[in-house]
């Protein structure tokens, strides 16, 4: 059972008006098997703190430690973390074109396991997965996000997801776009990854509708680049009820 130790993380970025600290103070841990809502206004740092552990190069670690099963997560490169076991389901996936789905997933399989996977196997892998988050199987051969509509770009994330098998899954704002058949489809497709392994999530989001559907074992509130308050499910239900006032008029 994998553990993602987050501990005083600090992260800058560079703006218009010089650098700006985003990420002031993050403490977090995540294990296999759990489920841990991030929750917090526009502009908090919820999608910094997933792109500074994924590594994307604009976000400047400038304090702290991200460590995965012992391991420093910081001196990996993006590759290494992904195959360490770590995986990002984009905001706003891009578009590849020239490389069509199938391609890309098997590329994807074989450069994570450090081998090709067993091609009728993993043929079969990939249909079955497809037809359980309702794609038709012509999607295998058209190009990466070229064209696909919100629904059709989460539904691949969650593919790629189950395919992949990571152990720790960061999710950023995969219910946004999404109308209530395919927040269902993609939540179920969450749930499927979980109860077949000891998948740890990291879930952002803004609103507690996809938490219906995927439960939560623990709800961080995020505010001005830290964790402001953490508590079970129920703290969702009072975000619904009176949103981020509080934190954010602490916050000022």
Same mark, same amino acid.
């Given at each position: 059972m994998s553990i993602l130790e987050i501990k005083d993380l600090h992260a800058t970025v560079e703006t218009p008006e010089g650098t700006k600290e985003i990420l002031k103070g993050v403490d977090l841990t995540i294990k296999g098997g759990e489920t841990h809502a991030i929750m917090g206004p526009n502009g908090s740092g919820k999608s910094t703190l997933a792109y500074s552990i994924a590594g994307h190069p604009k976000y400047e670690i400038t304090g702290g430690s991200v460590m995965l099963d012992g391991e420093d997560v910081l001196e990996m490169s993006v590759d290494e973390r992904a195959?360490? #076991?770590?995986?990002?389901?984009?905001?706003? $996936? &891009? /578009?590849?074109? #020239?490389? %069509? +789905?199938?391609?890309?997933?098997? %590329?994807?399989? %074989?450069? +994570?396991?450090?081998?090709? $996977?067993?091609?009728? %196997?993993?043929? @079969? *892998? &990939? @249909?079955?997965?497809?037809? *359980?988050? @309702?794609? *038709? /199987?012509?999607?295998? *051969?058209?190009? +990466?996000?070229e064209g696909f509509s919100g629904g059709e770009k989460k539904r691949h994330e969650i593919l790629q997801m189950e395919l992949l098998k990571p152990s720790i899954a960061i999710l950023d704002e995969t219910d946004s776009g999404l109308d209530v058949d395919a927040l269902r489809i993609v939540s179920e497709g969450v749930n499927r990854a979980k109860a077949n392994t000891d998948l740890g999530v990291m879930l952002i989001t803004h609103y507690t509708r996809i938490l219906n559907y995927i439960k939560p074992d623990f709800v961080h509130v995020f505010v001005d680049g830290r964790v402001a308050e953490q508590g079970g499910p129920e703290l969702a239900e009072r975000l619904e009820a009176e949103g981020y006032e509080r934190f954010l008029a602490g916050a000022e």
């Open positions: 195959r360490a #076991g770590l995986f990002l389901a984009m905001q706003y $996936p &891009v /578009e590849v074109p #020239g490389v %069509t +789905v199938s391609n890309f997933l098997r %590329t994807a399989k %074989t450069a +994570v396991s450090g081998q090709a $996977p067993a091609l009728r %196997t993993w043929v @079969k *892998d &990939v @249909k079955s997965a497809m037809a *359980d988050l @309702k794609m *038709d /199987e012509a999607f295998a *051969d058209r190009n +990466v996000n």
